[in-house]
């Protein structure tokens, strides 16, 4: 059995799910979060903070750190979220009977929709909660927590990986082929 990685956000999709959800929150007077999520954001770029504390903050500012109001509206979010063509190709190999991972920084809930019924495995973003809060993200799958994911899984070898970005490219080294996409086609 053969295994295949895929990155969700830019490659199966052209666009960045967590973002999209975090923009549809911030209507009305809630505009005014943007300028706040923009400069998280920008310090992120810089490494001066992290993706993942961007993602605390929005989840603590825009969902008052409530689990079931966050996962609700992933889920929604799913339910009319744009794929790519490239999506075929995940059933294309659960077809050829390989292990297919989808590994993503985007969030559980939101994934769980998206692939439901589907033979895929997610590694993706998970939360510490309690008592119905949320308290801060527990796994986030991005950068070089992509491959420490997959060692905790035991997998040091991959055998095929789709992407899109550079954050994604920490895993070129552990796989025998990578295909970089771009607007859901393969490069």
């Not at 895929?6 to 979060?33: A, C, H, I, P």
């Not at 409530?66 to 979010?77: G, I, K, P, T, V």
């Not at 590694?123 to 801060?136: D, E, H, Q, Y």
């Not at 905790?152 to 055998?159: N, P, W």
Request: some cysteine; hydrophobic content about 40%.
């Amino acid at each position: 059995m053969r295994t295949v990685i895929f990155d969700f956000d830019g490659t199966l999709s052209y666009k960045d799910s967590m973002k999209e959800l975090f923009n549809e929150q911030m209507s009305g007077w809630r505009k005014v979060y943007r300028i706040y999520y923009y400069l998280l954001k920008v310090l992120a770029k810089l490494k001066i903070t992290s993706v993942k504390f961007e993602k605390e903050q929005m989840l603590k500012l825009l969902f008052h750190s409530d689990l079931e109001e966050f996962a609700n509206a992933s889920r929604e979010q799913a339910k009319r979220f744009r794929l790519n063509p490239l999506f075929a190709k995940i059933q294309e190999h659960i077809d050829n009977d390989d292990r297919v991972i989808v590994l993503s920084a985007s969030s559980m809930y939101f994934l769980e929709t998206i692939f439901e019924g589907m033979k895929v495995e997610l590694v993706c973003t998970t939360l510490k909660v309690s008592n119905g809060r949320i308290l801060a993200i527990d796994r986030h799958p991005f950068y070089y927590e992509k491959i420490k994911c997959l060692k905790q899984m035991g997998i040091e070898q991959v055998d095929e990986m789709y992407y899109d970005s550079k954050w994604d490219e920490v895993l070129i080294p552990i796989c025998k082929v990578s295909h970089k996409v771009e607007n859901g086609q393969i490069l």
